[in-house]
Structure formats: C-alpha cells, structure tokens
C-alpha cells in the first residue's frame, strides 16, 4: 500500500475529497515524523507502537573488500505490533 492507496481510502470511507484527504494523511505523518525526530515513542491504540532506540558506534565490515569499518552511533525507530494486530494477522 502507498501514500496515495491511503488518502484513497480515506477519501471513500470518511467522505471527503482527495485533497482533503491528501492534507490529513500529511498531517498525521508530519506529526508521526516530528514526535519521533524528539525522540518520542509513538503508541497507536490496537496497531502498534514506534519506538525510538538509540545505537551505539560499533565496529563493522565492509562485505565487498573485508575491511575493518567504524559504524557510526545513531537513532533507528522499530515497530511492535499490538496483541491486537497479531491475533488479527493470525
């Protein structure tokens, strides 16, 4: 599914236009973006919850010629699902 599967969706099941839809699908993933780049989780009731985790410098290897490399530290976000949406999926 894409972005723009979504505002379809969105568009036929709450009843307002593409563009209006369009502007709600950006504002909820402005918001998603913008509580994560703080460093904030994201807990979306019976989907599931976007966790930031931070990673510290470690060591790695490049594949193609097997030297050494230093991994820098950085954010990552994870998704777990909610019990909900695994019994759902299951």
Known sequence: ???ADLIEKVSE???FSKKE???IVELVF???KENLEN???VKVSGFGNFIVRHKKTRKGRNPQT???ILIS???VVTFKTSQVLKNSLN
């Open 1 to 3: 599914m894409t972005k």
């Open 13 to 15: 099941g709450a009843g």
């Open 21 to 23: 839809s369009a502007e």
């Open 30 to 32: 402005d918001i998603l």
């Open 39 to 41: 460093g904030e989780n």
């Open 66 to 68: 097997g030297d050494e």
């Open 73 to 75: 530290e950085r954010n």
